[in-house]
């Protein structure tokens, strides 16, 4: 049943799930190659929670989670392009194996500043998991090693996403009615 703040249906129940399956089976295979293995998974919060967790569930690897909440908004809304950490990470970065995971990235910009805080703390190794892209909104350039699906310009909510805070518990992705 479609939302009735949902003008359609992006992506059914059915292909979120084939595609997060796709992606967890993709992280495995590579993980798996590397010797001595500390895989540390971060969740940039609020809208990568469903994603990660329904994710780390097809990664046959032992791993450890970890949230970090970042803001470039303020009160605005528009971004300053100014990353402030919000809450930060429990767990130490220096040595291990990173897989940052996002719901979207639109322009890249607040996840590339978020990569770079992460690189500064010294991991043995990073990668950028994404469930959603937006390429044609991009602005920095940011590597992408697993990305779900690319998407056109159109604004989504639904699994995990939100406007304006609601929809995330969708089981689907959808258009939100203009």
Known sequence: ????????????????????????????????RQDDLKLLVIGLLRGSFVFMADLIRHIELPLTVDFMTVSSYGDATISSGNVKVVMDLDEPVEGKDILMVEDIIDTGNTFNRVIGLIRYRNPRSLKVCTFLSKPSRRTVDVHIDFCGREIPDEFVCGYGLDFAQKYRNLPYVGIVKP
């Open 1 to 32: 049943m479609v939302d009735q703040g949902i003008e359609r249906v992006f992506m059914t129940e059915r292909e979120v799930r084939d595609v997060v399956a796709r992606l967890g089976r993709e992280i495995t295979g590579f993980y798996r």
